[in-house]
């Protein structure tokens, strides 16, 4: 059973700091890119930042370059997003993806909701 499991969100200052995991079980998860999105409310779903599969390369959205940082620990099946400087426009729910062109197979996690508030 494919799982996709979100941690770590919660209320955060502007400026400060949150670190979200994604925790991965039932697929091999090293051969998987890895991806973090955000949908605030009443917007569509955006991509935050990517990850290939050895962690060798990543991307981010133009509004979180500099400001977050994606990364992944293929041992522990788990992807992270490092959010620092934070600012009320990524309050949203926060969703990781995994996806394999080769297997053609696309998994979502539940979401974690981020608060950006005084």
């Known amino acids: 059973q494919v799982q996709l499991v979100e941690s770590g969100g919660g209320l955060v200052q502007p400026g400060g700091s949150l670190r979200l995991s994604c925790a991965a079980s039932?697929?091999?998860?090293?051969?998987?890119?890895m991806s973090w999105y955000r949908q605030a409310p009443g917007k569509e779903r955006d991509l935050v930042a990517t990850?290939?599969?050895?962690?060798?390369?990543?991307d981010y959205a133009d509004s979180v370059k500099g400001r977050f940082t994606i990364s992944r620990d293929n041992a522990k099946s788990t992807v992270y997003l490092q959010m620092n400087s934070a600012k009320r426009d990524d309050t949203a729910v926060y969703y990781c993806?995994?996806?394999?062109?080769?297997?053609?197979?696309?998994?979502w996690g539940q979401g974690t909701q981020v608060t950006v508030s005084s």
């Open positions: 993806k995994a996806a394999s062109s080769y297997y053609m197979s696309t998994y």
């Open positions: 039932g697929f091999t998860f090293s051969n998987y890119v």
């Open positions: 990850i290939a599969s050895t962690g060798g390369r990543t």
